[in-house]
C-alpha cells in the first residue's frame, strides 16, 4: 500500500511540473510575440500561478470554484465569495486522470478533473456546479474515483428548455438556491444594495469588453491575447480588473492609428475568420495559435471562454430582491447559448451580427472530442454558414499536440478558398 | 441607458408644455394624441378623446353634420390623425403627462425596493380588449345621450370616470375632482365610480409600470391608425440572441417581442413606443426604429450599456 502511495505521489509530482511547465511556456511564448504591448502584463501575470491559493491571496476575500457560466457572477460578489472559474486547459492535468476515464471523455473536464489532483486548494474551497452537459451532471461522482470533494458542493439543475415561465421560475429558484448555499458556506446574506452594486461594477466590466471586442473586430488584438483577458476576470478583483482593462483598451485604441495596427504577429491580416464551437482555455491555446499560424485571424467569436464569459448586459427594472436575482437568472439562462439548450437556433445570431460588424469571411468551428453537444450543433450550423454565403471549416482535435500538423494543413487550404470569397 | 436618458429629459419637457403652457401662452389645440387634461386650468394642449365625446354628441342630423361643428369635428379628426401618423405611438411613449406621472411612481417604487406586479400572460389577454370597449364606450355614450337612451349627465362618458381627470389637475393645485357630486343619482354614480377608479388607478399604478396603459383608449385608438404611421418598431429574428431583456425592460411586458416568432412587426397594441426594449437590447440591431423607412436607432451593446453608440449597420435591411 506504501509503495502504491509513493508512486501516486510520485505520479503527482511529475505532473505538477509538467502542468507548470505548460503554463510557463505558454506564457512565455505569449510574452515573446511581436504584438505583446505592457498593458498585457497584469493580465498574463494573473495566470503565473495557477494554484487557487494565488486567486485566494490576491483577492483578499473566500472564494467559490465555479464550473461553467450559469450561476451569476453578481451574485458570488455580492455574497463577498470570489467566484473562480475553473479552467481546465492544461494537458498535463488531463493526462494525470485520463487513464481512470472514458477515452472519449470531454478533455476539459479530464484537465479539471486533473487539476483537482494537482492543486489540493481546490478541495478546500466549495463548488458551485451548473448541470449543462451530461459530463457535468456527472462531473461530482467521476470526483469521486479520485477521493470526493471534501468540502460542500452545489449542483444546480439548469432547464434545458427556455420558453415559457416554467423553466424561468425552475431557474429563478435554483439561483435563489445558490444564494442560500454561499451564506451556509460563510457568505454574506443577500442584500438587494449590495447586489446592484455588483451589478453595476460588472456593466462597468461589460463596458470595456465591448471596447475591446471592438477593437478586436478591426483586428487590433489578436486572439489569444483576447482570450487570456478576458479569462483575467476570473482571477482578480473586479475593481482592478477593469482598471487594467481600460489601461489595455486605451493603448490598443491608440495603437489603431499606426500604420501596423492590424497586423497581429507582424504579418499581414489574410483572412478573418469567426472562431465557434467547444471552449478554449489557458493554456491550451492550441486551435488559436494554429489559426494564426495559417495566416487567418479571428476577428469574432462566441466561445464562453471568450466573448461570451459574461451575458453582454443585466437589464434591471424591477429593483426588488427577488426583481434583481430574477434578472440576472433569466439574463444568464435565456441569453446562454450553449448547445446543451432544446431549440437552440439562435446561436447564428451572434455570428450573423459579428459578420455585419467586421471582414468576416469563414468560420472554423473548433469541436472537442467528446464534446457531443457542439459535434450535433456544427452540422446545423454549416447548413445556416453556408447559407449566408461564408465559408466553414469543422476542426475535430483534443489537448494533444499530435494532430497540430494536420490541422494547421487544413487551416493553411482554408485560407485561399476565404481569397476567393473575396474576388466573388 | 441613453434611451432612457433621452425619453426622460423629452417626457418633462411635453409635461411642461402639456400641463402649464397655457400660462405661457402655449396651446396645441384639442387633438393632441395623448393625455394631455383640459381639466387643468392653464394646459397647453388637450386630449382629443374629450372632444371626440363632445363632437360626437352634438347630434346626428344632416344638417348638423354638414353644419360648422360637424366640419369643425372633421377639422380635428384630420389634424388628430396627422399628429398620430406622424408620431404614432411615440405619444405614448415620450409625450403623455399621465405616462411620466405612472413613470414618476414607478421610479418611486424601485427606489424604495418594492418588488413589481405582473399579469400572467392569460390575464394580460384577457384585459386586451378593456381598451377597445373604452373606446366603443366613449362613442356610443354621446350618441346614446343624443338620442335620449342616456341621462345628460353622463356627458364625456369616458372623461367623467378617466382616472387623470382627478389626478392630473392636482399638479394645478386642484383637488375638486376628487369631490362627491351628490346632486342626483346619475352624478352621484359618476363622480364615486371616478374616485374609485383613481383610487385603483393608483394602487395599481404602485404596483405595476404603466398600469393605465393596458385600459387606455387612447393607446387603443392610435394602434388603429398603424398601418399609416411612420414611425415603426421592427425586430429581426435572425439578431436576437433570446435573452428576453427586451421583455424585462418592457413596462407593458409585451411578451411578442422576445418569442421567437420570425415575425419582424413586434408593434402590438399594447406597446406604448417607450424604446425600452430596443434601449436595453445588447444584440446588434436585432431591435429597430425606422422612420418612414429609414433606421432611426438600432439595438446594440453600447447603447444598452449606457455609454455606446448606435448599431452603425442600423439593423433590419
Same mark, same amino acid.
Given at each position: 500500500?506504501?509503495?502504491?502511495? *509513493? ?27 511581436? *504584438? ?8 498574463? *501575470? ?67 478533473? +486533473? ?77 438587494? !444594495? ?9 456593466? !462597468? ?13 478591426? +483586428?487590433?488584438? +489578436? ?48 483572412? +478573418? ?96 472530442? !467528446? ?5 450535433? *450543433? ?47 | ?36 387634461? /383640459? ?261 446594440? /451593446? ?16
Amino acid at each position: 500500500m506504501a509503495g502504491s502511495a *509513493d508512486r501516486r505521489e510520485r505520479a503527482l509530482s511529475r505532473a505538477r511540473d509538467k502542468a507548470l511547465a505548460e503554463w510557463s511556456a505558454e506564457l512565455g511564448r505569449l510574452r515573446a510575440r511581436e *504584438d505583446y504591448i505592457p498593458e498585457l502584463a497584469y493580465f498574463l *501575470d494573473l495566470f503565473e500561478d495557477p494554484s487557487i491559493a494565488a486567486v485566494e491571496e490576491r483577492v483578499g476575500m473566500p472564494v467559490a470554484a465555479m464550473l461553467c457560466l450559469q450561476a451569476p457572477v453578481e451574485l458570488f460578489l455580492a455574497q463577498g465569495f470570489f467566484p473562480v472559474k475553473i479552467y481546465g486547459g492544461s494537458y498535463a492535468a488531463s493526462n494525470l486522470t485520463s487513464p481512470r476515464l472514458p477515452a472519449l471523455m470531454c478533455p476539459t473536464l479530464k484537465s479539471i478533473l +486533473g487539476a483537482t489532483e494537482l492543486d489540493p486548494g481546490l478541495m478546500r474551497v466549495p463548488w458551485v456546479i451548473p448541470l449543462t452537459c451530461d459530463w457535468l451532471a456527472r462531473f461530482k461522482e467521476t470526483r469521486d474515483l479520485f477521493g470526493g470533494f471534501e468540502k460542500p458542493v452545489l449542483e444546480l439543475e439548469v432547464p434545458r428548455i427556455k420558453e415559457g415561465d416554467g423553466p424561468k421560475e425552475l431557474w429563478l429558484s435554483e439561483v435563489h438556491g445558490l444564494s442560500v448555499f454561499l451564506k451556509e458556506q460563510g457568505g454574506l446574506p443577500l442584500k438587494r !444594495g449590495r447586489l446592484l452594486e455588483s451589478i453595476k461594477r460588472l456593466e !462597468g466590466i461589460r463596458l470595456a469588453f465591448l471596447r475591446l471586442t471592438e477593437l478586436r473586430r478591426q +483586428g487590433l488584438i +489578436g486572439s489569444q491575447f483576447f482570450s487570456i483577458v478576458l479569462s483575467g476576470l476570473f482571477r482578480d478583483l473586479p475593481e482592478r480588473f477593469q482598471d487594467s482593462l481600460e489601461t489595455l483598451v486605451s493603448a490598443l485604441s491608440d495603437k489603431a492609428g499606426k500604420p501596423d495596427a492590424k497586423a497581429p504577429l507582424g504579418g499581414v491580416r489574410t483572412g +478573418g475568420v469567426f472562431l465557434t464551437g467547444s471552449p478554449v482555455y489557458f493554456p491550451n491555446f492550441k486551435i488559436l495559435n494554429l489559426i494564426e499560424r495559417a495566416g487567418l485571424q479571428v476577428l469574432g467569436d462566441d466561445l464562453c471562454s471568450s466573448e461570451r464569459i459574461l451575458p453582454r448586459h443585466v437589464e434591471v427594472g424591477d429593483k426588488s430582491e427577488r426583481g434583481l436575482l430574477k434578472a440576472l437568472a433569466e439574463t444568464y439562462h435565456l441569453g446562454c447559448l450553449c448547445p446543451v439548450f432544446a431549440a437552440n437556433d439562435r446561436r447564428a445570431a451572434i455570428i450573423k451580427e459579428a459578420t455585419n460588424l467586421a471582414d468576416i469571411r469563414g468560420v472554423v468551428f473548433h469541436l472537442l472530442k !467528446g464534446c457531443h453537444p457542439y459535434d450535433l *450543433d456544427s452540422f446545423m450550423l454549416e447548413e445556416t454558414v453556408h447559407s449566408w454565403g461564408l465559408r466553414f471549416l469543422r476542426i475535430e482535435t483534443d489537448y494533444s499536440h499530435e494532430d497540430s500538423q494536420n490541422i494547421l494543413t487544413r487551416l493553411e487550404a482554408f485560407r485561399p478558398t476565404l481569397e476567393a470569397k473575396r474576388a466573388v | 441607458m441613453l434611451v432612457r436618458r433621452y425619453r426622460i429629459i423629452v417626457q418633462h419637457l411635453s409635461f411642461v408644455i402639456l400641463m402649464y403652457g397655457g400660462r405661457f401662452g402655449i396651446q396645441l389645440g384639442p387633438a393632441v394624441p395623448c393625455f394631455a387634461c /383640459p381639466y387643468v386650468s392653464g394646459c397647453g394642449g388637450q386630449c382629443y378623446l374629450m372632444g371626440l365625446q363632445g363632437y360626437i354628441g352634438f347630434g346626428l342630423t344632416l344638417n348638423e353634420l354638414m353644419g360648422y361643428q360637424g366640419l369643425r369635428a372633421l377639422a380635428y379628426f384630420l389634424l388628430f390623425a396627422f399628429l398620430v401618423v406622424m408620431l404614432g405611438k411615440l405619444w405614448c411613449g415620450f409625450v403623455c403627462p399621465f405616462g411620466l406621472f405612472q413613470d414618476w411612481i414607478t421610479w418611486l417604487r424601485r427606489k424604495l425596493g418594492f418588488p413589481e406586479g405582473k399579469f400572467s400572460p392569460e390575464t394580460l389577454k384577457a384585459l386586451g380588449p378593456i381598451k377597445y370597449i373604452l373606446l366603443g364606450w366613449l362613442m356610443v355614450g354621446p350618441v346614446l345621450i343624443n338620442l335620449g337612451l342616456l341621462h345628460s349627465d353622463f356627458y364625456l362618458p369616458f372623461c367623467s370616470i378617466c382616472p387623470g381627470k382627478p389626478i392630473l389637475p392636482l399638479f394645478a393645485l386642484e383637488t375638486q375632482y376628487f369631490a362627491i357630486d351628490s346632486t342626483n343619482t346619475a352624478t352621484l354614480v359618476i363622480t364615486t365610480l371616478s374616485v374609485l377608479i383613481a383610487g385603483g388607478t393608483l394602487a395599481g399604478i404602485f404596483a405595476r409600470p404603466r398600469f393605465f396603459c393596458t385600459f387606455c383608449p387612447l393607446l387603443a385608438l392610435i394602434h388603429l391608425f398603424k398601418p399609416i404611421t411612420l414611425p415603426h418598431l421592427l425586430k429581426d429574428p435572425a439578431l436576437c440572441h433570446g435573452c428576453g431583456t427586451c421583455q424585462r425592460g418592457c413596462p407593458m411586458d409585451v411578451r411578442k417581442i422576445f418569442k421567437d416568432g420570425g415575425d419582424p412587426d413586434v408593434q402590438v397594441s399594447d406597446c406604448i413606443n417607450c424604446g425600452e426594449c430596443l434601449g436595453s437590447c445588447a444584440a446588434g440591431g436585432a431591435l429597430c426604429y425606422k422612420y418612414a423607412g429609414k433606421t432611426l436607432l438600432a439595438s446594440s /451593446p453600447g447603447l444598452a450599456l449606457g455609454k455606446g453608440k448606435a448599431h452603425r449597420h442600423g439593423g433590419i435591411r
